[in-house]
């Protein structure tokens, strides 16, 4: 029950309304017996100082950010981990020594995924990430610190995907990073050991590959950052051409997870929180 002791986290987004991430904490916090509320709020990026302001003003004990508001963000905490420098965006805000703290747990929810649930490794491994919005931020940044040997990007986007290659660039490592578009996408596709869809393109039914069915082979690993649907176009056909395949839950639940540990100091079962994302709990 709420009371004047409750403690109180939340989400700022816009939109925000289709956000899984109020029903999961809720029910962890619950089950880790945690008086605390999770709510989502859907902020203009022109309120995004004031909510933030909000926050500190209300004494929330954190909270999540997602899109548009990553990046923006960054400006209105007071610190940053160096996780979210690497990154370069905030999906998680924090009270560390009484100052508003942002870290990101994307990327290290996507290696999980990829590591724990697919059995991927990718160091030394060549990889394509499609998209350079907020999302493919971290799971590229992550990808080079694990020690990738080569990266193709591509975006229809063309200063984002130059500006996160000169991000990634920042990030002092040796991977080469080669930006692709039109044709030769399906080459990309061809080199690399492990293709991360990070664009939207998929969630709809009507929505097209974007990269050959004949490309595709027992040699690759897709990972899609989509979790709904289950199993986007891009997923079904590299399955059929033999290839090993993982939708967006698992990233979900794990960045999820990794937040939740910030604001409480406690370890939440993911098993848990997958069963209840998959509303079996
Ligand atoms: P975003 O910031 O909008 O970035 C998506 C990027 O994809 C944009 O730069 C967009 O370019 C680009 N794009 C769109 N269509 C494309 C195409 N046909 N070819 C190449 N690039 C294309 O979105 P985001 O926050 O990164 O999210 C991306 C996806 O990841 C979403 O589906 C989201 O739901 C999912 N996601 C999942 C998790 C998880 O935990 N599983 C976490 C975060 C995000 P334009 O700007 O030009 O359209």
Redesign the pocket.
Known sequence: MISAKTKLICILGHPVKHSKSPVIHNAILEENGIDASYMAFDVEPKDLEKAVNGLRALGFTGANIT??HKEAVMDYVDELTDEAKNIGAVNTLFIKDGKLCGDNT?GR?FIISLMKDGGFDPKEKTVFV???????KAVASKLILEGITKMYL????SP?VENLKKHLLSLDVSADIEIVAGQNLDNAARQSDLIVN????G?KEEDPL?ISEEVFSEKHFVFD???NPEKTKILKVAEKKGAKTLN??G??IY?GALSFEKWTHQKPDTEKMFAIVKGEK
């Open positions: 899109i548009p994307d929810g499609m998209g350079a919005g907020g999302a493919s591509c975006d229809l986007d984002k990070c664009t939207p393109v969630m974007l950052l989509i979790y967006g839950l990233m979900l960045q």
